[in-house]
């Protein structure tokens, strides 16, 4: 018995990566856009790059 809980367990949590996977393609892809010759970030990308910056920079700043 204790084996089949192990067994649903784990196909509970294969299901779930599974189910998220395409959802982080999708949005990594939206992100990133890759031109013929050489890769990009687009619009939303930029945003996202210029936000994570900001964060790294306010959370930097206070260490010596």
Do not use: D
């Amino acid at each position: 018995m204790r084996r089949r809980t192990k067994r649903a367990v784990l196909l509970e949590y294969t299901l779930l990566v599974c189910s998220i996977l395409p959802l982080v393609f999708a949005v990594s892809a939206t992100v990133y856009s890759s031109n013929l010759f050489s890769g990009g970030f687009g619009a939303v990308g930029k945003s996202v790059v210029y936000l994570y910056q900001r964060i790294v920079t306010v959370i930097s700043l206070p260490v010596p």
